[in-house]
């Protein structure tokens, strides 16, 4: 029999391990297969568009950073590289405070100032807290080389409010956690690394924007998407994977060691049938690949258990746009702490990507569901959408009745990283050595975005693909029926 790689789960990560691994030379000369399993009756994961009347709906995640090139080298890989488009160019970003929108300062990294002049202007800091910002400027840098909140180091260098109305609301965005709890050497240890290069972080982003400025005309836009939505990424994987075997509505039941180690695995799937794979990759959410090793790898297993996930979800909504007063001139806006508001950002895709919308249509998604806040999610629809209106009539006036809505929860789909992230990825590394043949990957664990996805799929199935190779070809049990 040739060697076999099994990957469980379906998702960004699962579909680009298995296309670096049906593109790798050496697995296509060693006639390695390739399996993909996934519970859902999908491919794709949280990477869902819908076509809904003409406009284009993102369920999940509407676009990838720019500046981490992994998710566009494998649109361009699988055809899709003239579809990649930028976010409409010149528009605001606005921050919910106090009762009104405002304009977020021109030119913020990570919610770090790379423009003096802005941040003087905005009106969403105090004279005073604007002192305290710049106070950075002269602190010293932090001397301890543990790992410490996100929250903690902006507030330590740049003050509360910068945290609670500039830094927070991006940054925790992202993860759909709370910044006080978020480690920064696992979510953006680029921070740590200005703090230790350059002491004022204001000096670092300052620094930064230079240095691009010298290399590239014009601002370069910080997020991408396709033409077609991001389903389009999925679809053409789909289409690039043909020869792998792609088992869908599948669940996998158990996973046995098919002898001493590295020896491979037994795959037991339901309806009674089996995989048997010479390597395993796991691109699960890390309490479902918990729940699989604990039999074989408690270690490996029990700190899998303590990276937690909270619940999401996304409410979209279409406007006529003749009904709306608000001019949408911008990409969205964010929720500063504190707010009673239920959602935690909103986003006018009609303005912020092309083709989303007939032009008489204006197409608002907002998001709801955070660490410390995730009750909401569990609303039904009708509550869901009630709430949302209420918030974008409170927000931006709009009295409107939608013509659509569309709903989409994500439970137990958005991983966090508490400090301490980093010390429980090192531990896991070390507690796999002694399972070898066995890989984990997905957001879970180095990078919750498509481009981190698609590196740790790619890298994972790599190193599978060497245990693989170096094996010793003996005699092995046939394949079980799938």
């Given at each position: ?164 109305r500039l830094a927070g609301p991006l940054l925790g965005g992202i993860y759909a956690g709370d910044p006080d709890a978020l480690s920064v050497r696992a979510t953006f240890p680029l921070l740590a690394e200005w703090e230790a290069g350059h002491r004022s972080l204001i000096l670092a982003a300052l620094g930064r924007r230079r240095a691009r400025e010298v290399h590239q005309r014009g601002p370069a836009p910080m997020f991408l998407s396709l033409i077609g939505g991001l389903g389009e990424m999925v679809a053409a994987l789909e289409t690039a994977l043909e020869g792998t075997v792609m088992l869908t509505g599948r669940t996998v039941r158990r996973i046995t060691p098919r002898g001493g180690p590295g020896a491979g695995f037994l795959v037991a799937l339901d309806q009674g049938s089996a995989l048997d794979a010479d390597a395993l990759l796991l691109a699960t959410p890390a309490y479902i690949s ?193």
């Amino acid at each position: 029999m040739s060697p076999h790689l099994v990957i469980v789960g379906g998702g960004i990560t699962g579909l680009a391990a298995a296309h670096a691994l049906v593109t790798d030379s050496r697995a296509r000369a060693a006639g390695v297969r390739c399996t993909l399993v996934e519970s859902d009756a999908r491919l794709g994961g949280k990477l869902l568009t819908e076509r809904i009347n003409g406009c284009l709906v993102e369920n999940g995640p509407d676009s990838f950073l720019s500046t981490k090139p992994w998710a566009a080298d494998l649109c361009r890989r699988v055809g899709l590289g003239e579809r990649i488009v930028p976010t409409q160019p010149g528009r605001a970003v606005y921050v919910w405070h106090r009762g009104r929108l405002h304009p977020l300062p021109e030119g913020m990294a990570f919610g770090i100032p790379t423009r003096i002049g802005p941040m003087v202007r905005t009106r969403l800091l105090s004279p005073v807290e604007k002192l305290r910002a710049a106070a950075d400027l002269v602190l010293p840098r932090r001397r301890s080389p543990g790992d410490e909140t996100i929250g903690g180091m902006l507030r330590r260098r740049l003050g509360d409010a910068v945290v609670d109305r500039l830094a927070g609301p991006l940054l925790g965005g992202i993860y759909a956690g709370d910044p006080d709890a978020l480690s920064v050497r696992a979510t953006f240890p680029l921070l740590a690394e200005w703090e230790a290069g350059h002491r004022s972080l204001i000096l670092a982003a300052l620094g930064r924007r230079r240095a691009r400025e010298v290399h590239q005309r014009g601002p370069a836009p910080m997020f991408l998407s396709l033409i077609g939505g991001l389903g389009e990424m999925v679809a053409a994987l789909e289409t690039a994977l043909e020869g792998t075997v792609m088992l869908t509505g599948r669940t996998v039941r158990r996973i046995t060691p098919r002898g001493g180690p590295g020896a491979g695995f037994l795959v037991a799937l339901d309806q009674g049938s089996a995989l048997d794979a010479d390597a395993l990759l796991l691109a699960t959410p890390a309490y479902i690949s918990a729940g699989l090793l604990e039999p074989i790898a408690p270690a490996v297993s029990a700190t899998l258990r303590l990276i937690p996930y909270v619940s999401t979800a996304a409410v979209t909504l279409a406007f006529r746009r003749a009904d709306l007063a608000h001019p949408l001139d911008g990409h969205g806006f964010v929720v500063a702490r504190g707010s009673t508001l239920a959602i935690t950002a909103c986003t006018w895709a009609s303005s912020k990507w092309p083709h989303r919308a007939p032009p008489e249509i204006a197409l608002i998604r907002c998001y709801l569901g955070r660490a410390g806040r995730e009750e909401i999610v569990g609303e039904d629809d009708d509550r869901l959408i009630a709430a949302v209106r209420a918030d974008l009539r409170t927000t931006m006036g709009i009295e409107a009745s939608p013509l659509f809505a569309r709903v989409a929860r994500w439970f137990g789909a958005m991983p966090q990283y508490p400090a301490g992230h980093p010390e429980r990825l090192t531990a896991i590394d070390a507690a796999l050595r002694e399972v070898p043949g066995l890989a984990l990957a997905g957001a879970g664990y180095r990078g919750i975005g498509i481009p981190d996805c698609v590196r740790q799929g790619a890298e994972a199935a790599g190193r599978l693909l060497g245990h693989i190779l170096s094996a010793p070809r003996d005699s092995r049990p046939a394949a079980f029926g799938s």
